[in-house]
């Protein structure tokens, strides 16, 4: 962005108006053609606000070749950047506008492009814009139909959202299908996909008896990768039924699956788009974790027929509506399904490792962002993932009978419109009776609150009281923080571990504290011994803990805590107890060494016979280095990796042997289905193999080359980079040797690659992107390749000679025209670095301000990086 004036403009949550113009209807006719296909859209169109004249509508990319009213060839109108501004017009009339675009041209993905042979849209959130001009916001809801007219033999398939109603031949080769959505959409969920498939079909009978056809299309020859993702679906379909009351309503629901996707799945209504990812699985090419994201991620679009599509936000800024409540409904059904404890677990290291620092970087925002320049840089883990836990928070004041009472009323009052946030939290609110105002404040207050613990115990009186204080950090986007309401779900432990039952003034008392102050406390008697307080049972709400536990409170609890989230939060504790200390070591060239009762607090877990197979392997998942750098005020990339390599080690060496026992053990246990007891088993066989490797590198090769499934084989080659072993260099040219044919398998093995630590890693990375198997065009293959350097290997993305950054910097400028969003995506660990050394940050600034003064710059990377340098340099 060379010239100053061109700088793209921000808009404020605090701006919305209400549309002048509504578009209540559509009819849309595509002729498809690679390189010019043609649009006719014919729209209804109603003034609503009799101050104002022109229509002024949306578009971007687009060829006009003819504007009417009323049938009339229409003069009155002026085209600028971006929009089309016409005058002269009735209060009620039809529009028809005939535009041209070029899919083949499009490689951001954004509106009508190819995916290798076949056409595909992506309209969220302001893609249709590159298909026709129109009111493109979601407050504007409007019917559609839809015609495709494309040749038939390149596309037998054409699809669109709703019910087809008519299909014809032409002379030429061609043929047409018409299709009908009853249900007003905003834009946002138009879809349309034309190609040749294989498809593959069931059908959903819903609770009140309606027969649905699912309908799920592939790329030819992957109908036996298709199958999981169909039950997945199926299993999603009765879910929501059962959980949250709520039935499908069209009569058919299709899946289609794209290889070229900027992000993971879109849940336009009746026709789904799916990053092939997210759809494609068998236990020879994907991972256990493959089919649990196919799931979650299958159940989250579906999901959103309802939270999104039925109910849809009024304006961007309210993204969090859909989102977080969606996540959050995706979250319960995997855990409803699977394992709830290694669920929670999963999602808290995601917000921990990840949306802490977005918190603590330069693109802070509220769950409800307050300011946007470019709205795709805002479907962020804040939005989606610390949405959820708002939600989740709702969910533990209220109890899931009062927290359902609230989505019926949400459902009741909302449904066919376009709401707010606020509408949200009334609805619960209402419906409940509880007062939800102050709690209102996670919507518009940013930033990761710190909760500090003080604790009094009385013996003579057998009272003991805590007093819990909150304070939010600053952020870059708000200097100012207030309290919030904030949920403490405690117990207290004797020192033999029973639980003890909380009481005061001599009734029994809720275990979900609510903070709404600076400051507060709770007195509890009939606690005869002082107890150990676990505090935030199962993570009851996105804060950090300020508190520092002794060891033994800290084995108190892993061994004791009745919420096994709670048992393994207190082993990160304790393993980031030690990391905090081996840090200032190596900072001071000091010897590390790990405590006999870290060693022993292994041991055993490792002979607990007991315990749940998941459980155990996310116990003994050492934290990645990005959730240890969480915990850092100044992060000192060597120094944490150093640690972390040493406690690894050293504990595999001292535990040599119950380690590959029970590794062992695993192996033998697992029936290789896809029961989770079996993925349970495998997961524990993963965490193991990270320590074999070191005394029993053999061990790690067979697990790759005797097992015949990708989850044992990638548990092998991730163990094998974390050692270093030998073998490693064989076992990777094998699956480069089976996979090379197929990018999505690939993405596996280059993420590997790129994250491995050993050897020149700039140099390997770079080398990678001649691959056959590698496409600067793929998002997924840049993500797995150079997403994983940049995220997964800080050691040599950080390296002292800024190489890494530079390297960043130079994939950033071909992709800022190319694919803006997947280049705003792809430099997050450039921009989260306030945290780190001078002389690193120096070196960032330089290639911030390089991307500063690029040409064209797009909106999506302006935002980022001059945030980026505003934060760094401030
Ligand atoms: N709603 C889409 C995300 C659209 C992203 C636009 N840049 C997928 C989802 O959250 O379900
Ligand atoms: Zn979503």
Redesign the pocket.
Known sequence: MADSSAQPIAKYRSDYQAPSYTIENVALDFDLEPTATTVRAVSTVQRLDPQVGDLVLDGEKLELLSLKVNQQEHQHYQLSEGQLSISDLPERFELEIVTQINPQANKAFEGLYQSGAAFCT?C??EGFRRITYFLDRPDVLATYSTKITADKAAYPYLLSNGNKVAQGELDNGKHWVSWQDPFPKPSYLFALVAGDFDLLQDSFTSRSGREIALELFVDKGNLERSEHAMASLKAAMKWDEQRFNLEYDLDIYMIVAVDFF??????NKGLNIFNSKYVLANKQSATDSDFLGIEAVIG??YF?NWT?NRITCRDWFQLSLK?GL?VFRDQEFSSDLGSRAVNRIKNVRLLRSHQFAEDAGPMAHPIRPDKVIE??NF?TLTV?EKGAEVIRMLHTLLGEQAFQAGMQTYVERHDGQAATCDDFVNAMQDASGKDLSLFKRWYSQSGTPVVSVQTQFDAAKQQFSLTLSQSTPATADQPEKLPLHIPVSIELLASNGASIPLQAGGKPVSEVLELTQAQQSWVFDAVAEEPCVVLLQEFSAPVKLDYSYSSEQLLLMINHASNTFARWDSMQKLIAGWMQQAVAKVQQQQALELEPAIIATFEQLLQDQAIDRGLLAELLTISSENEIADNFQEVDIDAIAKARDFFIEALALALAEPFAQLEQRCAEADQQSLAHSDIAWRSLRAACLQFVGFSQPQRVAAAYFESSLMTDKLAAMAAANTAAIEQRNSMFKDYEQQWQHDGLVMDKWFALEASFSGGDALARVKALTEHPSFSMENPNRIRSLIGSFANNNARHFHAKDGAGYCYLAEILTLLNKQNP?VASRLITPLIQTVKLDKQRKAMIIEQLEGLAALDELSKDLYEKVSNGLQQLKG
């Open positions: 992506q969220e959130a900027n992000m993971g799945a879109m849940e989250h679009e959103h999104g989102e969606t709205m795709n479907y989606y969003q």
